[in-house]
């Protein structure tokens, strides 16, 4: 089969391997979709990794094998897969937390295209574990929902408790990532959301997603977002990372507000232990999560069901797969790239 494969620090290559066969609880995916993240880019920049490694975390498409002791699937049926692969066993595994997976202690747990080998491939091998039924939802249109609607949809539901219907919730980047959080905002939130950018084509894209206001990323950025919400933002979540938008971030959370950073651009949050005006505000929280639960893609897959999250997919074939990558990395990708084998 074709994989596309990470062969060294910044080479990739797409080649010729065995197709895999199902061992027991893994069930052999054909895939219809490969969606393309930022993080695949963090990857391509990597020096240490096991290479080579098939790239591909956003994996949706068809049940083509299915491996000893496995139950409940039938070949062709559609299906996405969840991309945390824990250890299924330990206390936070056993909730579908695997994203929290006690074997990984304070530290990265592998999935498909991170440590395993991924989705940009004509096939994936999956812990039965792993795959959630699509139904009739399409396997190339809903391939990121795996990581670009799961991971905010969990970083959302982590802030719920700040996000009534008198809130503010700013979303600083609204690229593949933030053009989802921006509609499950929408959906699951009465709040009022303001999209930040750098790219003044995606904030009015982001009006289209259900941004109430939007801002240009830069020197003004904070000045216009207290000028927005008067006491400043309650929740804020930051899908690029980088020191511009931490820095912004920590300007405009409000007093016992949330700022999320999901973004993994290398920036660094200063914490003064100092009271205002130094640093955070009183009651500010911080957190840093990763991916979601399998509840989690669960609650996404419904949201896509009702229509009331959509993904802007950008479809290539996989042959393409450097190109795009160049294509993200120059800000030429609008929504989320996906690749079809
Ligand atoms: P993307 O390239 O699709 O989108 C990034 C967006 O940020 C673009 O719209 C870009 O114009 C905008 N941007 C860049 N610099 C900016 C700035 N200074 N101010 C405002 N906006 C700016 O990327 P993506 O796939 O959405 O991924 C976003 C980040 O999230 C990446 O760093 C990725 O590695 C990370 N990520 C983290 C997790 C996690 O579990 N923590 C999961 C997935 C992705
Ligand atoms: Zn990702
Ligand atoms: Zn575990």
Not at 160 to 181: D, N
Not at 186 to 202: K, L, M, N
Not at 285 to 314: C, M, N, W
């Amino acid at each position: 089969m074709k994989a596309f494969q990470l062969i060294g620090p910044g080479k990739t290559e797409l080649r010729d391997i065995e197709a895999p066969v199902p061992g027991p609880g893994q069930v052999l995916l054909k895939v219809a979709g490969s969606g393309v993240c930022h993080s695949d880019l963090h990857l391509l920049h990597a020096e240490q990794l096991p290479f080579p490694m098939t790239m591909g975390h956003e994996p949706a498409g068809w049940v083509a094998a299915i491996g000893p002791e496995v139950t409940g699937w039938e070949e062709g049926q559609a299906a996405i897969g969840y991309i945390v692969w824990g250890c299924g066993v330990c206390r936070h595994c056993a909730t579908g937390a695997e994203n929290a997976c006690e074997r990984f202690p304070r530290g990265l747990v592998p999935g498909p295209g991170l440590g395993y080998p991924g989705a940009m491939a004509d096939y994936l091998l999956v812990p039965a574990r792993a795959l959630v039924p699509l139904g009739d939802l399409d396997p190339v249109d809903s391939a990121p929902l795996a990581d670009a609607a799961l991971t905010p949809y969990h970083a959302i539901d982590r802030a719920k408790a700040v996000l009534t219907p008198s809130s503010t919730a700013v979303v600083i980047g609204v690229g593949g990532l933030g053009h989802m959080a921006v509609q499950i905002l929408r959906a699951v939130t009465g709040a009022r959301v303001i999209a930040v950018d750098v790219d003044p084509a995606r904030l009015e894209a982001a009006r289209g997603y259900g941004a109430d206001e939007t801002v240009l990323s830069g020197r003004e950025a904070a000045t216009e977002i207290l000028d927005l919400t008067k006491t400043g933002a309650d929740a804020v979540f930051d899908f690029v990372g980088a020191q511009p938008t931490l820095d912004l971030g920590a300007a405009v959370v409000s007093s016992y507000g949330h700022l999320t950073v999901v973004g993994l651009a290398g920036g660094v949050l200063g914490f003064p232990a100092a009271g205002p005006p130094v640093g955070l505000p009183w009651g500010a929280t911080v957190s840093k999560p990763y991916g979601g639960t399998r509840r989690d893609l669960h609650e996404v897959l419904a949201l896509a069901r009702q229509g009331r999250i959509r993904v802007h997919v950008d479809r290539h074939p996989l042959s393409d797969a450097a190109k795009v990558l160049d294509d993200l990395e120059h800000g030429k990708i609008q929504g989320r790239a996906v690749l079809t084998p």
